[in-house]
């Protein structure tokens, strides 16, 4: 029943002090899918990270990678994960190159020379720099170019992008993609949603260490709405009495309203027999998905 | 922090012409004044206590003139000019010759060391973290920030000589040559600090220039030394080390001024270098850029042992050069220390020498001395595990597929070895140091076997702190309270009577003082066994807690 289940937690609770990080979090990542992981800072995504791979250790709750709990079996669950952190700290008097090799060596898999000279000329990293010199993109590299150099089964990345510039960025989102079409599965933890949106099958949003939201995107985008604008010809007031419309706005001509998506189907006829010139129906995007679960600002507008 | 520089720079701007490459100077002054005042308050108080307490201490050991006579008679001995100074007034060794002689050398390297570290602090390390582009980007003139650095560490060196002029005064010494004592502090320490503005300039990275200031300080210190043993108060050599200037006043002896001028005048010139060079940069540019270094990783820096190896090595060789360096030079002493202790017993109240068998017993203290080092070094490399782990590289190590256990053991057989050698060494050159001032050949093998006895010691102290990572990660700097503990006791344990309680918690005090005492391997395998029993519960440890990063 778990089998096809790469990373599996019910439950998780871990406190820090007074503080609880988290707070009954599940997730659920199916093997071969590239999962997002979205969060505000401070939400508990590091320490969700930090208890897969067995750095910490839940106060109660069950956590199982791989079929493995990481806490017990971390060096055999280590064996088959790859994992960057967000914020990345090297060896300052060791260079790039060393670095990777000590990371990827201290593995005990076989290094990957081709593939490392590939990612080392995508990343455009000089691996003959001390890590004292680079800059807090060209860490991230080192990491991101030991972990993607590493043949396993599960990515773990932490807000891998932080720091990268954007060409660098559609570098990462390439190998991504790459891995994800060799079957392999990843999470990756982000407050970037457009970031999320690009690259995962599923998403589980976090905040103050619950997991509020879960599942594919074309399932969140169920449970918002969508923004319609137009221009008809006739008077719109047969609209208000539609149940599942909200916010309706007339302004220099243009209708404006946002729809749940389940009254879709009922509001297009009604719209149609309007006389639509224009018409426009757009997506929800995360950052939509993200405030209504962390912004009284959205919230109070659309209700 | 970069609150504070707005603020000041828009003063500036309503105040001074904006086209001067100074504009800016004072207030950037004041803001690194504010950012120091606590350090600044540190160095000066440590440094003019730790003098004044010398002093007093010196009156109370060395009463009469008889006492300090004898004294003066161990200091013509080539160990003891490298450790003090020119051999002025040994003929009549007053108290003011005495502290002139003896206390001038460690003050002047330790106000130098202060000036290195604030001017770089300022300089090279504020543009290689970025600050200083965000100082720059305000209306502040091209020299500015560097100049502003400098009348910090010239704030900082006035008040050492100032605080240095009243402790001295206090004590009782004669006024002018305090002054002169003062001043010849505050001009060394501007020296040194316009030597590493030089510095700052040439290397893009602060640790790099700290290290060449630094390493110019100790060439300063061995040229002077070397030129005094040539011609005990002074040959041409020593006058090419800007340490020797300031002990060349003479100081309670025959003071004169005049060699306090070359100080000034270097400062300047150095200076003058420092800013012709900032010419020729851009900024967060070296003018020796760092080379670059390997690709790929040598194989022996794939293991745990092989990273930790190279982690630690940097630190373990310049406690070996230092260990070694002292140990020589303390072994050498032996063959002067005789006619001193047979003049002057005052002193085997003041350290634990057994005064029918001196030698070896002299031998034996100074390695204890030496020791205590070991001892810091260990649990300086046991607690840069915890660092590592702070920072997330164990965490990156360990999720690389190395057990936690694996990678706290290796660590710590590294560094056990590591501190090893050097506790080693530290018997074998006091022994080799004995052997060249006494000509017996013996002295070498027997403090070598008394340095690997006091291996237990050691590595007991690495333990505690091991076992501290392990359990008690937050509070593992709780380790170097057992190091205080041991610098406190192996001291002033005799001079103070400390209780017999509180020195048996010393495990140096707990090791039988080879060569005068017998072996006793009593302690010496409780103490191996207790630090195998922590070691094993460190691993433990290591495994039951959260990672911290």
């Known amino acids: ?40 800072n401070g939400a508990g995504k590091s320490t969700t990270i930090r208890v897969l791979l067995g750095m910490l250790r839940a106060d109660s709750g069950t956590a199982r990678v791989l079929g493995m709990d990481p806490w017990v079996d971390a060096v055999a669950v280590h064996r088959r994960v790859a994992y960057v952190p967000g914020d990345t700290n090297l ?58 150099a590493s043949d396993v089964e599960l990515y773990l990345f932490d807000e891998p992008t932080s720091g990268l ?13 790459r891995l994800r079409e060799e079957g392999r599965t990843v999470l990756l933890s982000s407050h970037i949603l457009a970031e999320v949106e690009k690259l995962c099958d599923t998403v589980t949003i976090i905040r103050a260490g619950r997991d509020v939201e879960s599942g594919t995107l074309a399932e969140l985008r169920h449970l918002t709405r969508s923004t319609v604008t137009a221009t008809t010809r006739s008077d719109h007031t047969a609209l208000l009495r539609l149940p599942g419309v909200h916010d309706l706005v007339r302004e220099d001509g243009y209708l404006s309203f946002d729809v749940d998506n389940t009254a879709l189907n009922d509001v297009l006829p009604v719209l149609a027999q309007l006389g639509v010139e224009n018409l426009t129906i757009a997506p929800p995007s995360l950052e939509e998905l993200f405030m209504r679960h962390y912004g009284d600002e959205l919230s109070g507008v659309s209700s | 922090m970069t609150a504070t520089p707005t603020r000041e720079a828009d003063t500036t701007r309503a105040t001074s012409r904006p086209e001067s490459p100074f504009t800016g100077t004072l207030p950037l002054w004041r803001v690194f ?11 000066v108080l440590a440094l003019t206590l730790t003098m004044w307490a010398t002093v007093v201490e010196l009156e109370v050991v060395y009463p009469d003139a008889a006492s300090r006579q004898a004294r003066a008679a161990l200091m013509t001995s080539p160990s003891a000019i490298m450790l003090a100074g020119p051999a002025y007034g040994l003929d009549d060794y007053t108290l003011g010759a005495m502290v002139a002689n003896e206390i001038s050398l460690t003050m002047l390297v330790a106000v130098s060391i202060m000036s290195i570290l604030l001017a770089v602090r300022h300089t090279r390390a504020e543009e290689e973290s970025g600050r200083m582009e965000v100082l720059r980007a305000l209306p502040v003139g091209r020299f500015a920030p560097a100049t502003a650095a400098l009348l910090s560490v010239a704030t900082a060196n006035l008040l050492v000589g100032a605080f240095a002029t009243v402790a001295l005064v206090g004590t009782g010494l004669e006024a002018q040559s305090s002054v002169a004592f003062g001043s010849a502090m505050a001009l060394t320490g501007l020296v040194f600090g316009a030597v590493a503005a030089v ?3 040439l290397t893009e990275h602060a640790r790099a220039a700290t290290g060449m200031a630094l390493a110019v300080l100790g060439v300063a210190f061995l040229v ?7 011609e005990n108060t002074g040959s041409w050599l020593s006058w090419f080390s800007p340490i020797a200037w300031a002990q060349q006043t003479r100081l309670y002896v025959d003071l004169r001024w005049w060699p306090l001028a070359l100080s000034l005048a270097l400062t300047v010139v150095l200076l003058a270098v420092a800013v012709s060079l900032a010419h020729r940069r851009d900024l967060g540019a070296g003018l020796r850029s760092t080379p670059p270094g390997p690709a790929r990783a040598a194989g022996r820096l794939l293991s745990v042992e092989g990273l930790t190896h190279r982690l630690l090595r940097g630190t373990t060789l310049g406690w070996l050069v230092g260990v070694a360096l002292f140990g020589l030079t303390f072994g050498s002493l032996a063959s002067s220390l005789q006619d001193m202790i047979e ?65 706290t053991g290796g660590w710590l057989l590294v ?23 006494t000509g017996e050949g013996r002295w070498t093998g027997e403090l070598t076997v008394a340095g690997l006895a006091y291996l237990p010691a050691v590595l007991l102290t690495g333990a505690v702190a091991a076992a501290l990572v392990g359990w008690l990660p937050r509070w593992a700097g709780l380790a170097w309270v057992l190091v205080v503990l041991m610098v406190f006791v192996t001291w002033f344990g005799e001079a103070l009577n400390l209780p017999d309680w509180l020195r048996d918690l010393s495990p140096v005090e707990q090791t039988p003082l080879l060569p005068a005492e017998d072996i006793t391997a009593a302690p010496l395998l409780v103490m191996g066994a207790l630090a195998a029993v922590l070691a094993a519960a460190a691993l433990g440890g290591i495994r039951r807690r959260d990672l911290l990063a």
Not at chain 2, 372 to 391: I, K, N, S, Y
Not at chain 2, 418 to 437: E, F, N
Request: glycine content about 10%; aromatic content about 4%.
């Open chain 1, 1 to 40: 029943m778990t089998s096809d289940l790469a990373i599996e937690a019910r439950d998780l609770v871990k406190t820090f002090g007074t503080t609880r990080a988290l707070d009954g979090f599940d997730l659920s990542v199916r093997t071969g899918t590239v999962a997002g992981f979205l969060g505000p």
């Open chain 2, 224 to 230: 002077r030394g070397i030129g005094d043993i040539i």
């Open chain 1, 165 to 177: 510039d954007p060409l660098m960025e559609a570098v990462f989102t390439q190998e991504v993609r």
């Open chain 2, 343 to 407: 003049d002057l017993p005052q002193v085997g109240e003041w350290i634990a020498i057994d005064e029918t068998a001196l030698t070896e017993s002299f031998g034996g203290v100074m390695l204890s001395f030496l020791v205590l080092g070991a001892a810091a070094h260990v649990v300086g490399a046991v607690l840069r595990l915890r660092a590592e782990d702070e920072a997330g590289r164990l965490a990156l190590l360990v999720s690389g597929g190395t057990s936690r256990t694996r990678m």
């Open chain 1, 91 to 148: 060896w300052p008097s060791l260079t790039g190159g060393e670095i990777i090799d000590v990371l990827t060596r201290l593995r005990g898999g076989e290094r990957h020379e081709a593939r490392r000279a590939e990612l080392l000329e995508k990343f455009e990293l000089d691996p003959t720099k001390r890590a004292r010199s680079y800059s807090k993109g060209n860490r991230q590299k080192v990491a991101l170019v030991a972990a993607l």
């Open chain 2, 415 to 437: 560094a056990a070895a590591h501190t090893s050698v050097v506790t080693v060494v530290g018997g074998l050159t006091t022994g080799v140091g004995m052997t060249l001032a």
């Open chain 2, 199 to 201: 510095t700052a300039q």
């Open chain 2, 33 to 43: 004044l504010r950012l120091d005042r606590l350090r600044i308050a540190i160095w």
